[in-house]
């Protein structure tokens, strides 16, 4: 059963009519009248549209809404929809979770950067774990590149060059990844980019990366990922996206 605070995040996306009645469905435990569907709509900050015929589009819904005696339901293909579409039904817990990491998505000035954390918030609510965690530290990285190309080269440079003469100067953000992710963390602390904790943070962050990155027997949860997305939306993209 959805509550009405991952309820509110779902209906203000751009769904169809069908799927937000579905998802409205999910919030109720029993069957639900047409009435009951308005009113939790209405607290989710959604007003179902009066040209809508919520009989007829539930009706046409291909079973995925059953129609009873007591009211409307979601039957399981139902629920599986949902769950397809990244409804944590069975975990409304974690979706919750993802509701809090969107709120960080409006402080990514980026367009394209914020798509990318998006589509890894996506992965989170789905359950794709791995693919979350990859995907957000690609972002991650893509930014301080960009962040490093744009304003620290000269400095970077020099730095790489004191700690290994054979280094070539980088000119854009495709010559920074010629130096290994780990080493690149390395030099952004004694240039100023990042302090020593945050770079820490990082280095914690690439070994999860590593480790989700191929198969293996490392197992995660949604806590895990929750984390490892907060720490980068803090850190990396709220503060160099722009």
């Known amino acids: 059963m959805l509550d009405v605070t991952v309820l509110k995040e779902w209906l203000h996306r751009d769904l169809s009519s069908r799927e937000k009645l579905l998802l409205i469905l999910g919030a109720f435990d029993e069957p639900a009248k047409l009435d009951d569907i308005r009113d939790r709509a209405i607290q989710a900050g959604f007003r179902i549209p009066k040209k809508w015929n919520l009989s007829d ?94 304003h620290h080269l000269l400095a970077f440079n020099k730095e790489a060059k004191a700690v290994n003469v054979k280094w070539k100067d980088a000119v854009n953000a495709d010559g920074l990844s010629r130096m290994g992710e780990s080493d690149f963390l390395e030099r952004l602390v004694p240039i100023g980019v990042i302090g020593k904790n945050v ?9 999860l990366r590593n ?25 990396v993209f709220e503060t160099f996206s722009s």
């Open 199 to 207: 770079k820490e943070e990082l280095q914690k962050a690439l070994k």
């Open 57 to 150: 589009i539930l009706g046409k819904s291909g079973g995925m809404a059953l129609r009873l005696p007591a009211g409307w339901e979601l039957s399981q293909s139902g629920k599986a929809h949902l769950q397809a579409m990244g409804v944590g039904l069975a975990n409304s817990a974690a979706v919750r979770i993802a509701v809090d990491l969107r709120g960080h998505l409006d402080k990514i000035k980026n367009a394209t950067t914020r798509a990318f954390v998006e589509e890894a918030i996506n992965c989170y609510e789905a359950g794709l774990h791995r693919s979350a965690i990859v995907m957000s530290w690609i972002a991650a990285v893509d930014v301080l590149y960009h962040e490093i190309a744009t």
């Open 211 to 235: 480790g989700c990155g191929h198969p293996n027997s490392l197992k995660t949860g949604p806590n895990m990922v929750a984390s490892h997305i907060e720490m980068l939306l803090l850190n």
